[in-house]
């Protein structure tokens, strides 16, 4: 594997070692030049955002699954991601209304609308799904529901000044989901994240970036990752 960059990713950085390389039998995506190899020094469990609870799931699973809002480490004050913009109702202070911004699509090419922001909060708050989160959400929020195709209205149970930090959960797609009782299927994970998952095998989990920038462009980001578990400390010095 020598050739692969070194180079630090956000949002996993203090909990992921990035190494130049190791050896694998299943080949690595891209050419040495495009690709890093991350080192984890545990198992993610699941990449879906409504049930990543390790920390090393849950960065993972924030490169993956794109949130309505994002929260500034430094200021933390939210921010836009998803999210176009966000109101909240002058006569009802409980009531927010969230309008995404137009054209986004999932990593498989379908539109992210307002069913999609519905259905991940209400499959985090039904407890038939399980969700870790689920106590939180259910204790906070009265429904969700779309407005249009582009617009959610949230209506929570008592006013909350930390609705939009609330709103960091990864979005999840309907039309995906609803075929496969709500989970998904193993290998499968459409997001909408700035990185897309190419391949899961074993204990390596292969990602690319989805905006490719042009060459000369002057970003030192790899077009691919590839996360690999070595638990044995030792073991991931001699990678």
């Known amino acids: 594997m020598s050739g692969s960059r070194i180079v630090a990713v956000a949002g996993l950085v203090g909990v992921l070692f990035v190494w130049p390389g190791c050896n694998h039998e299943a080949p690595l995506p891209g050419e040495g030049s495009d690709r890093a190899v991350v080192l984890l020094e545990d198992t993610p469990k699941s990449f879906d955002p ?4 390790d920390a090393v799931s849950m960065r993972i699973s924030k ?3 794109a949130a309505l809002v994002t929260v500034d480490n430094e200021t933390l004050t939210p921010e836009a991601e998803l999210a176009e913009r966000w109101a909240r109702d002058a006569k009802d202070e409980r009531v ?4 995404l911004k137009p054209g986004l699509t999932w990593h498989d090419g379908a539109p992210i609308t307002a069913a999609d922001v519905v259905y991940t909060y209400e499959t985090v708050m039904d ?7 689920r106590d939180p959400y259910a204790a906070q929020f009265e429904r969700v529901t779309a407005v249009d195709p ?8 008592a006013p909350s000044a930390t609705f939009l930090t609330d709103l960091v959960l990864g979005l999840v797609p309907k039309h995906v989901l609803e075929k496969t009782d709500g989970r998904f299927a193993d290998g499968v994970w459409t997001g909408s994240g700035a990185w897309k998952v190419v391949g899961v095998s074993g204990k390596r989990v292969d990602l690319e970036r989805v905006e490719i920038p042009p060459p000369g462009g002057g970003s030192h980001a790899p077009r691919y990752l590839s996360l690999v578990t070595i638990r044995d400390e030792g073991t991931r010095l001699l990678a």
């Not at 927010?96 to 309008?99: A, E, L």
């Not at 407890?127 to 989160?133: A, E, K, N, Q």
């Not at 582009?150 to 149970?157: A, D, M, P, S």
């Open 63 to 65: 490169l993956v699954f």
């Open 127 to 133: 407890s038939r799904f399980g969700s870790p989160f």
């Open 96 to 99: 927010w209304t969230v309008t």
């Open 50 to 53: 409504r049930l990543a609870i």
């Open 150 to 157: 582009l617009t959610v209205r949230f209506v929570l149970k």
